[in-house]
């Protein structure tokens, strides 16, 4: 593989795994689905 397409396969594993996860967890959090203390201190 060259470096190109190395940083584009990296690019789309990150994208995917920490940016759409992290919004995810956060509209769940939002809507008030997830019900951990740490959770609720976002949505009071």
Do not use: C, H
């Not at 509209?27 to 019900?35: D, F, H, N, R, V």
């Not at 951990?36 to 949505?43: F, K, L, N, V, W």
């Amino acid at each position: 593989m060259r470096d190109k397409e190395l940083l584009d396969v990296f690019g789309e594993i990150l994208i995917k795994k920490v940016r759409d996860e992290a919004i995810e967890q956060w509209e769940k959090t939002t809507q008030g689905e997830l019900k951990s203390p740490e959770s609720q201190r976002y949505i009071n």
